[in-house]
């Protein structure tokens, strides 16, 4: 045998255990609680910025235009299906259930209720899809009534192509069903890395459909539809060997003797309306802006870049205090329950206060440097930064809301947070349809975005007195307090210091170039943040320390 073929098959064996490895790693490796909070961080972060990637490369292909309006509000009713079918059946009752028979070691009767979940949540999802597919036609001018005010054959080619995006989008809730109960399953069993990967293939799905298909196809918004369905079939694909690993074998039963799917389904309804009043706020902002030629894109563009610091820092700390609550009400000690929301509240600000002040600052350069190519034109990047302007003053209020409502659950109250979402989806329907239309105001799409500013301060406020109640004095010791106001004025100064460094930037650098826009942008923000530290610490704010021993231990 010669040297070259016993090296070339030792080079393929390497390769192959590497490959082996890999596929241990995404499919079958377990982790730590604290591992796995790493890696769904970092898949949170790296997904957030592929988002806004994609939404960039829309954005220069096709503007804030009728286009976009139809792709964002056909949206809608596939988001509607989901979230109220699956999202609160899955964060609230299918997981602990199925933890519950794992932890007693009841394996068989964890899978039997995953398949049945799984079949029945299929066969539901697939109804509701036939209905809406029969009543697109319908459904669409009352979703979209300012694209057809005046007579649908008038533009039957809008119309028609609505239609058509609707109903292809029609399979994403199906896909994304099995994916979410796949992520519940992989979630019960510690396995987070096939998991965090799905939101990743489900934007990469989408950026690849605009870079190759976007010409191929007529219209040319069917494109990311079909980036939309592919990436949700996705989601669920790149999941299937690790739950299939687990023990999980799919079997076409459903289960109703023993009574668990009835019990879900009625453990789920409180969850599930509150769900679908925050929908139906949705559908109203979609019925509203529909009057304004890419309003909803606009709308959208803003929405997705104010909601990157939520999901990264309020949600984040929100999801991983829950189980702390829970069990400290579980055993009732109410001081450490107040504790544990007091930390969480406290480390939520620290990010929260600064990110408002940043957002407000630059909020030109950041719509400028994510949306500023193509067809995306002047109009559309004035609306766009008024919008994200009004979007910012409810940040704060935004990223406090998820840490209320699992303290909420934790304290098992689900009847609270439902009717305090009522009136404010009340306030949000009035505010909506009063101020885009009052001309004295001016606020034209971006009155939509107050509305929701201001509608979600109302939520947070309500939650906070609500819980005051329910639990006693949130800040007993004034540390929320007093943590506040260190970081709002180390936030004004921070926000001067980046307001001053735009100027300084732009006096070196050409930022009419994206290469001098980023400079600018990222020289801007370095400052503010050394600033804002540097000010933190000065002021011995408690939540500095726990950033720099996390930066320590990495």
């Not at 806004?52 to 509607?80: C, K, M, N, V």
């Not at 801007?524 to 320390?545: M, P, V």
Request: contains cysteine; glycine residues 6%.
């Amino acid at each position: 045998m010669s040297l070259r073929l016993v090296i070339s098959r030792s080079g393929a064996k390497r390769r192959v255990t590497r490959v082996k490895k890999f596929l241990y790693l995404i499919w079958d490796k377990k982790l730590t609680v604290s591992r796995a909070a790493i890696i769904l961080g970092v898949s949170s972060l790296v997904s957030n910025i592929l988002g806004l990637f994609r939404e960039r490369l829309i954005a220069g292909h096709f503007g804030a235009s009728h286009e976009t309006d139809i792709f964002y509000a056909s949206f809608r009713i596939p988001d509607l299906i989901f979230n109220i079918l699956i999202l609160g059946a899955l964060s609230s009752v299918f997981i602990p259930i199925f933890v519950e028979k794992l932890t007693e070691n009841k394996k068989k009767e964890a899978e039997s209720l995953a398949n049945s979940f799984l079949n029945f949540i299929l066969i539901f999802a697939a109804v509701f899809g036939v209905v809406i597919f029969i009543l697109a036609p319908k459904l669409v001018p009352f979703l979209l009534p300012g694209f057809f005010s005046q007579d649908i054959e008038t533009d039957i080619h809008t119309y028609n192509t609505t239609v058509n995006v609707v109903r292809l989008m029609l399979l994403s809730p199906i896909f994304f069903s099995i994916s979410g109960i796949f992520g519940g399953i992989l979630n019960s069993h510690k396995r987070f890395i096939a998991y965090s990967l799905a939101p990743i293939i489900y934007n990469i799905s989408i950026i690849l459909s605009m870079i190759f298909l976007v010409d191929r196809v007529n219209p040319e918004i069917y494109a990311p539809t079909f980036g939309v369905v592919i990436g949700a079939l996705m989601t669920a694909l790149i999941q299937l060997p690790s739950t299939i690993r687990t023990g999980w074998r799919w079997r076409p039963v459903i289960d109703f003797k023993k009574g668990e799917i009835a019990n879900i389904i009625k453990m789920m309804t409180p969850r599930t309306l509150t769900i679908g009043v925050s929908q139906i706020n949705i559908v109203v902002d979609t019925i509203v802006l529909s009057f304004f030629v890419g309003g909803i894109s606009v709308f959208n563009y803003a929405n997705n870049i104010q909601t990157v610091p939520t999901v990264i820092f309020g949600i984040a700390i929100a999801t991983a205090i829950f189980p702390a609550l829970s069990e400290s009400f579980a055993k009732k000690d109410m001081d450490e329950f107040i504790d544990s929301f007091s930390w969480s509240a406290r480390r939520i600000l620290f990010f929260m206060i600064p990110a408002t002040i940043g957002i407000i600052v630059l909020r030109a350069q950041i719509v400028r440097l994510i949306f500023g190519i193509g067809n995306f034109d002047w109009e559309a990047t004035y609306w766009t930064t008024k919008s994200l302007l009004f979007f910012s003053f409810g940040l704060v209020a935004q990223g406090l809301i998820p840490l209320l409502l699992r303290a909420f659950y934790a304290i098992q109250d689900t009847k609270n947070p439902f009717y305090i979402g009522v009136l404010v989806m009340a306030v949000n329907a009035i505010l909506s349809v009063v101020f885009p239309f009052v001309p004295a105001l001016g606020l034209g799409v971006a009155g939509v975005a107050l509305a929701f500013s201001i509608a979600g301060i109302v939520n947070a406020v309500l939650l906070t007195i609500v819980l005051h109640e329910k639990v006693g004095i949130l800040d007993p010791n004034h540390k929320i307090f007093e943590s506040t106001t260190r970081l709002i004025i180390a936030s004004v100064f921070m926000g001067i210091v980046v307001h001053y460094s735009l100027y300084l930037f732009d006096a070196v650098t050409n930022t009419h170039k994206v290469a001098g826009l980023f400079f600018q942008t990222s020289g801007s923000i370095a400052l503010g943040g050394l600033c804002y530290f540097f000010l933190a610490w000065l002021f011995k704010c408690e939540e500095i320390k726990f950033v720099l021993e996390k930066v320590r231990r990495k």
